[in-house]
């Protein structure tokens, strides 16, 4: 089993930028595949982006892209998520999810879940 933690969210103007980390507690880090999803009020959890558990393959929403990164350091057992240019429509509560196996978009395929970090956007 995996532990998750999100940090780093908060409140800033659109435009401007944030990175979410998310610690992981337990064995094994380095053998879970790593997603980030976003939820916002009255909307369905949906993805913004993956990482394989060795940092070689990143899966992305068209709606972060070249925006918004991943990246991993098993070595601290951690996932960032660096967030540019953000625009109030990415205000929402961000997850970071670990799941054995291949790097996925899909939310069901993930079995770990942490509580989730505010982000907020303001125009």
């Known amino acids: 089993q995996v532990q998750l933690g999100e940090s780093g969210g908060g409140l800033v103007q659109a435009g401007g930028s944030l990175r979410l980390s998310c610690a992981a507690s337990g064995r094994s880090f380095s053998s879970y595949a790593m997603g980030w999803f976003r939820q916002a009020p009255g909307k369905e959890r949906d993805f913004v982006l993956g990482?394989?558990?060795?940092?070689?393959?990143?899966r992305s929403a068209d709606s972060v892209k070249g925006r918004f990164t991943i990246s991993r350091d098993n070595a601290k057992n951690t996932v960032y998520l660096q967030m540019n240019s953000l625009k109030p429509e990415d205000t929402a509560v961000y997850y970071c999810?670990?799941?054995?196996?291949?790097?996925?978009?899909?939310?069901?395929?993930?079995?770990?879940w942490g509580q989730g970090t505010q982000v907020t956007v303001s125009s």
């Open positions: 990482i394989s558990s060795g940092g070689g393959i990143t």
């Open positions: 999810a670990a799941r054995l196996g291949q790097v996925t978009i899909t939310r069901g395929s993930y079995d770990y």
